[in-house]
Every structure is written in C-alpha cells, then in structure tokens.
C-alpha cells in the first residue's frame, strides 16, 4: 500500500523559509514522478514542482522559480520542498503526489498522479 505523508508546513513571514517533507512507503517502481502541489481556498489545485527518476528532470512552475527547490533522498524515502524568500500568495494546503507514465512537460498537472498524501499548511503573513 502506498502511503505519502507530508510534514514541516506552519506559519511564516514573508521572507521566511519552510522546509516540507513528504515520507513514502509502498511505493517500488523504478520510473516515476513525484511532485508537490498546493491548493488555496476558492482555487485550483496547482502544479508547484516535480522531480522524474527516469529522466532525472525537475520541473517548476514561473511562479517559484528561484525560490523553491525539489530534492529527493533515496535513502530515506523522502521528498523535500526547500521553499525561500516565501511570499503571502504562497499560503495554501501542499500536497506530495507520485505518479508512473508521466509524459515529459507534464510532471506539474494534478492529473498525472495517482497517490496523495493528506497536505500541511503552509501560511505566510506579510
């Protein structure tokens, strides 16, 4: 059974930093995605970024660029979100996601995914 469980959001200034964490279990495949995704109230849920093992490809929305940072460690069944120089439209629930057979330069539709962990918030008050 495959589990995501995510961890690390709270509350921060703009400008601050958040490290999330996302731990898997169950999950074996050798060639898949996985991404984190955020949803704020009244809104869609949104692509953020994704690493692809097969490919070794990170994808990243405009809207983190240079801000945010996807990193894996293989050792630990982890997936980590470093997010910097956080900004107040940043605040909403964040979700890990895994996925296999994700076409490249699709990695950051929710679509794609077919697991889930139960999100933390993230909230960033200017």
């Known amino acids: 059974q495959v589990q995501l469980v995510e961890s690390g959001g709270g509350s921060v200034q703009a400008g601050g930093s958040l490290r999330l964490s996302c731990a898997v279990s169950g999950y074996t495949y050798s060639s898949y995605c996985m991404g984190w995704f955020r949803q704020a109230p009244g809104k869609e849920r949104e692509g953020v970024t994704a690493?692809?093992?097969?490919?070794?490809?990170?994808y990243y929305a405009d809207s983190v660029k240079g801000r945010f940072t996807i990193s894996q460690d293989n050792a630990k069944n982890t997936l980590y979100l470093q997010m910097n120089s956080l900004e107040s439209e940043d605040t909403a629930m964040y979700y890990c996601a895994a996925g296999r057979w994700i076409p490249s330069g699709t990695a950051l539709q929710a679509r794609r995914y077919n697991y889930w962990g139960q999100g933390t918030q993230v909230t960033v008050s200017s």
């Open positions: 690493i692809c093992i097969g490919s070794g490809n990170t």
